[in-house]
């Protein structure tokens, strides 16, 4: 349990960073978790002395090379988990994202590669396929920093519940094909595998995807 708890500090830290190089505040971790401050800052101190981050007060947290892998490796693990959960067993999306987060912890290594092998070969879409096999889970650009032009979902970042839900209820998931349209006051239209759809900001920022 101690080990996941940390594991779940270190691929939190690596999302909400997102590529960053600037440190990550302690209030981000806190809004994240809805956990006290006091207790982020001693878990933050406990994975600082394993050298898995760098702590420096009153500016934030960033992770070591040692620190970094964890968080890959977990989160390539929590995506072949949701996907094996949302294209397999018909699991909605915001589901998936949970019950993966436990998965990811629970199961050794070697079941999920073969988890892995098993979806790569039953799944001949090369687009489905490339997202499951990416192994840097920084891929893509937020659609909302794009122009208009047709592109492919390659992952929903941050996953916050009631946007995973909403984006199932539209049924747009990873591997979905978007025609960004354009802006239209404080929505922008899309067309999500030849579905015309309209989403807020807080909605788009949470897309990212890579040009067709």
Do not use: C
Request: glycine share 6%; no cysteine; net charge negative.
């Amino acid at each position: 349990m101690a080990n996941e708890h940390s594991e779940e500090y270190i691929g939190a830290i690596h999302r909400l960073q997102e590529g960053s190089s600037a440190p990550l505040r302690l209030s981000v971790l806190r809004n994240h978790f809805h956990f006290s401050l006091i207790s982020v800052h001693e878990m933050v101190q406990k994975l600082s002395d394993r050298g898995l981050l760098e702590y420096k007060p009153y500016s934030g947290v960033t992770l070591t090379d040692t620190g970094r892998n964890m968080a890959v490796n977990l989160i390539r693990r929590h995506r072949i988990w949701e996907r094996f959960l949302t294209d397999r067993l018909d699991v909605a999306l915001d589901q998936a994202h949970e019950l993966a987060g436990s998965l990811e912890h629970a199961a050794p290594d070697w079941v999920t590669e073969r988890l892995l092998q098993m979806l790569s070969e039953a799944d001949h879409s090369p687009k489905r396929t490339s997202v499951l096999l990416q192994e840097e889970v920084q891929e893509g650009k937020r659609l909302v920093e794009q122009k208009s032009g047709a592109y492919r979902l390659v992952r929903i970042s941050p996953e916050q519940v009631n946007i995973l839900r909403l984006l199932e209820k539209l049924e747009i998931r990873p591997g979905a094909s978007i025609l960004k349209k354009g802006d239209n006051f404080e929505k922008t239209s899309l067309e999500v595998n030849g579905k015309a759809i309209s989403l807020v900001e807080e909605a788009l920022e949470s897309l990212w995807v890579v040009e067709e």
